[in-house]
T-cell receptor, first 110, second 114 residues
């Protein structure tokens, strides 16, 4: 079974609004990463948060990690049409595998 | 600095055939991982190569095999193709370091099995 599960599966918002995606996982992790994928192309790494970190920022991105709840959230502020993509969380366990969730499809309407 | 490159970009095969996909990692990266992504799903980990050895393997049958060359490039081989092998195959390279590992992905090879 997959380690990570994103929620919601699909999200549609107006340009300028904030988008929040959540990720839940099942086992202990070393780190959690968020990736973006445009139209079935290669994945682009957005941000990595380690298991001993609680929050991280990168530009318009904010990621939180709650290891007690085994969950993470990705917030994209002031969304743009170019943010339209699929977003995946990926967890790395002590066994060095990186396991991806099924993803959230984000549509930003101009 | 070239990123991760994969070839070919698209491929059409028939059931029972064999296929080889190729990946060149980002400059300086010594670890290559392969993923299979079916339509509408997240990437599934196939295996990872480091120092020309398979280091980790996901839940894929032995029909999936790989190789890493001394220059760190890698191949993914799939034998006896099934219709269900149709997917986007992604290669990612990285430099493992303690506490984290950012992977850089190639554009993928889209395989269609008829």
């Amino acid at each position: 079974s997959q380690q990570g599960e994103e929620d919601p599966q699909a999200l549609s918002i107006q340009e300028g609004e904030n988008a929040t995606m959540n990720c839940s996982y099942k086992t202990s992790i070393n780190n959690l990463q968020w990736y973006r994928q445009n139209s079935g192309r290669g994945l682009v790494h957005l941000i990595l948060i380690r298991s001993n970190e609680r929050e991280k920022h990168s530009g318009r991105l904010r990621v939180t990690l709650d290891t007690s709840k085994k969950s993470s959230s990705l917030l994209i502020t002031a969304s743009r049409a170019a943010d339209t993509a699929s977003y995946f969380c990926a967890t790395k366990t002590s066994y060095d595998k990186v396991i991806f969730g099924p993803g959230t499809s984000l549509s930003v309407i101009p | 600095d070239a990123g991760v490159t994969q070839s070919p970009t698209h491929l059409i095969k028939t059931r029972g055939q064999q296929v080889t996909l190729r990946c060149s990692p980002k400059s300086g990266h010594d670890t290559v991982s392969w993923y299979q992504q079916a339509l509408g799903q997240g990437p599934q980990f196939i295996f990872q190569y480091y120092e020309e050895e398979e280091r980790q393997r996901g839940n894929f049958p032995d029909r999936f095999s790989g190789h890493q060359f001394p220059n760190y490039s890698s191949e993914l081989n799939v034998n006896a193709l099934l219709l269900g092998d149709s997917a986007l195959y992604l290669c990612a390279s990285s430099i493992p370091r303690a506490g984290g590992e950012t992977q850089y992905f190639g554009p993928g090879t889209r395989l269609l099995v008829l």
